[in-house]
């Protein structure tokens, strides 16, 4: 039988942060929403290495946005949610909150 | 700099939307120590993916650079004796041995690697380069750089000799990985 791929802590806040600021997730904003929301200051390079976790396992889609000056000729890559990526993020979510104690959650 | 070395040692999807977010938030006023921290973690982030991505590959890398040079330090003894006699020769054969054999060796391995593998190659050849495992290796280089009449080489050319050492063999296994294909191509239009 094949083990579930259960969520790590930091691919639930990357995909809680998708769903937070689409359609404009990129990894910028991402990083942004977690630093302001959470006080967690993450590099770039983890915010993309997580993306490309949650990319292999179908919970996220991407498209890529137009190329800018200021980014040295280079185009955005702004994330998504895909059905999946929805119900894991809903479904772990639930299960933090049925697990953690009432002291937790006031 | 510190983007060429982002576009020499990180690799992936990714790897332009990454210079384009650090161009644009160091156009915002972010720091130098910002961006270079930042390009420091992709760089130790894309290795640690490499590693759990090509582990096998990173480990047989390392097991037969340790062979290899196992095998090959005390072949060198009598070139290096001959070697030392001769001034002039001394600082060639020192430039040869220290460039070439990382080259050669890691040439080889990227004849034998048969997908994408390089980086797992290189991080395997650096784990063979920079551990006590491959001390025969060091000691011939440190004798090499000696002079005669010198007292020695300092312990930190040692540690730089190696971790450059690792550099080209990584180079040696990323060009025969490159020109491969031009070879095929040569022989399939050549050979009838």
């Not at chain 1, 259960?6 to 990894?27: C, I, S, T």
């Not at chain 1, 949650?54 to 994330?79: C, M, N, Q, V, W």
């Not at chain 2, 390009?39 to 590959?57: K, L, P, S």
């Amino acid at each position: 039988m094949r083990r579930r791929d259960y969520l790590g802590h930091l691919e639930l806040m990357v995909l809680l942060a998708v769903w937070r600021l689409k359609p404009e997730a990129h990894a910028l904003s991402i990083a942004r929403e977690i630093e302001e929301r959470c006080g967690y200051s993450l590099a770039l390079a983890g915010i993309y290495s997580t993306l490309e976790r949650l990319r292999e396992k179908r919970l996220i889609d991407s498209s890529r946005g137009e190329p800018t000056p200021i980014r040295g000729g280079r185009a955005r890559t702004y994330f998504d949610l895909t059905p999946a990526g929805h119900a894991e993020a809903q479904s772990t979510f639930n299960a933090l909150a049925r697990l953690a104690p009432r002291a937790v959650l006031s | 700099m510190a983007t060429a070395l982002l576009r020499c040692f990180v690799a992936g999807r990714y790897r332009d939307d990454l210079e384009g977010d650090l161009l644009e938030e160091w156009a915002a006023g972010r720091t130098a120590a910002w961006y270079w921290g930042q390009v420091m973690h992709a760089v130790c982030e894309h290795a640690g993916f490499v590693i759990r991505q090509q582990a096998a590959t990173c480990l047989a890398a390392a097991l037969f650079f340790c062979g290899a040079l196992w095998v090959i330090a005390p072949l060198t003894y009598p070139v290096m004796d001959w070697a030392r006699a001769t001034e002039p020769l001394r600082v060639m054969v020192l430039l040869g041995w220290l460039a070439g054999v990382p080259v050669i060796l890691g040439g080889m391995a990227g004849v034998t690697e048969r997908s994408r593998r390089v980086g797992a190659i290189l991080i395997g050849a650096a784990f063979a380069w920079l551990t006590p495992v491959t001390s025969p290796f060091n000691f011939v280089v440190c004798d090499l750089c000696a002079s005669p009449a010198g007292s020695g080489t300092p312990d930190a050319l040692l540690y730089l000799t190696s971790a450059a050492s690792a550099l080209l063999a990584g180079l040696g296994a990323w060009t025969v990985r490159k020109l491969r294909p031009a070879f095929h191509t040569h022989f399939q239009e050549n050979i009838p």
